[in-house]
């Protein structure tokens, strides 16, 4: 059996920050990481892909839903051949699910497809932040299962608050789970253990929604150098319809990254990237006039 990590938490949380650490830390061994986004352009594969060969990049939604989990299970099914070698057997797959999805349908869809018979869950880690729990759980349902099915939650950016709304973040995880290990972390700084403890968890949730009426998603493509300070300032200022913004974003002084979360709105340089450039905005499904207004100026619409 291949042992299953599985890493949730929303848009944002640091799931990526988690998966680079898990790499370095796990650099010696042969493990597969199946990168999932809910932004159309794949830009945590191509990031993680610079550390680590076996990256597997799955955008355009989540994987546990029913556009996207037969990809999903097409790749799960093709791993035992394409990565196991004598030399060097795969001891386990990560996955990083999208922000939007609900975790607890993995064991159902397992068993529904026989892959029962060569995965299994080990561990299930949701990682969270004091900007956007608080202030989302109770509107945005997979926010609230990701901790349900989580054996560590990971309360994280715990630099970038106050002391009272992380200790009142920490108050919402163990109202949701009394279960789950909870861990306060400053950019994932935990070393965890992957693949031991597997087991049946008799999770039970429901396939997520092609399109999810909670969210909408833009993505831009710049046809020619922008200026990052009003592109902050623009972004700053639609805080209350974005929940997500990242990419590759050309300026004057060079092509930087972007990344917009609950927490912080940072820009800074940044070498090509293996991928597209252009940047992917996660915005909410209703009130998103000024995010689309920004869109449209650069003349794309609704992805």
């Given at each position: ?31 597969v990481y199946l ?194 300070a009003a592109l902050?300032?623009?972004l700053e200022a ?66």
């Open positions: 059996m291949i042992p299953i990590c599985l890493v949730t938490g929303f848009l944002g949380s640091g799931k990526t920050t988690l998966l680079r650490r898990i790499i370095e830390r796990h650099r010696d061994e042969r493990i990168v999932n986004e809910f932004s159309p352009q794949d830009i945590d594969g191509a990031l993680l892909a610079d550390a680590e060969e076996d990256v597997v990049a799955i955008p355009g939604g989540s994987i546990f839903c029913r556009c996207l989990v037969t990809e999903f299970l097409g790749h799960l099914q093709r791993i035992p051949e394409r990565f196991h070698r004598e030399d060097a057997p795969v001891v386990g797959v990560v996955i990083e699910a999208s922000g939007v999805a609900d975790p607890r349908v993995i064991e159902q869809m397992l068993r529904e497809t026989r892959l029962d018979a060569v995965y299994e869950p080990a561990s299930i880690i949701s990682v969270v932040d004091p900007g956007s729990l608080p202030r989302l759980v109770h509107t945005l349902p997979n926010i609230q299962a990701q901790i349900e099915a989580a054996d560590v939650v990971l309360i994280n950016k715990i630099d970038l608050f106050p002391s009272a709304e992380v200790d009142a973040t920490e108050k919402i995880v163990r109202e949701i789970s009394a279960s789950a290990k909870v861990m306060r972390t400053v950019r994932c700084g935990v070393d965890l253990e992957l693949f031991a403890g597997a087991r049946v968890r008799g999770l039970e949730g429901e396939y997520a929604l092609c399109a999810d009426p909670n969210y909408a998603r833009f993505a831009i493509a710049f046809a020619e150098p922008v200026d990052a902050r300032r623009e639609l805080r209350d319809e974005v929940y997500r913004a990242k990419g590759f974003v050309p300026t004057a002084e060079g092509l930087a990254y972007l990344d917009m979360s609950a927490a912080a709105l940072t820009i800074e340089r940044a070498a090509p990237p293996g991928g597209p450039t252009g940047l992917v905005v996660i915005a909410r499904g209703e009130d998103h006039d000024g995010v689309a207004a920004l869109a449209r100026r650069f003349g794309v619409a609704e992805a």
